[in-house]
């Protein structure tokens, strides 16, 4: 239940910073080259403070991600416990208690973005993926 209601808030939230975050790398990246090309004093500044901002955001997704993965990996774990206790020699009222804990657990040990994709290192790879398509897609059209 507070699983919930914590991802009606924040899901919407987390789908925009995984929108978000897919463009920002993709304009770094196109401002990146665009820095490489120009013949400034502060060159090096300049591209020193890009790939700053383009590793402490791609960190702060991955952070998102990261904690996504560990909150399914332990679910999958509370699950494996449940399945591998003595329940076969419980009484029939615990062995349908325990099998529900094990098909909540594993529909609410996911964060999901606004109900759309879980949050996972998969995800991850898919929005810098994604980034990078965009970005090859942008300098082929220069």
Partial sequence: MIQRGMLEIYGPILLFLLLIGGVFLCTKAITLLEINKLNDAHLFRNLFRMIQSVLSFTSYIFVFCWYGEEITQAGAEVFDALYFCPWFNTPNKLKR???????CNLKASQMSVAGLK???LKTFGEVVSAAYSYFNIVRSMK
């Fill in 97 to 103: 208690a325990i099998h529900t804990m094990m098909i």
């Fill in 118 to 120: 879980t949050l996972n």
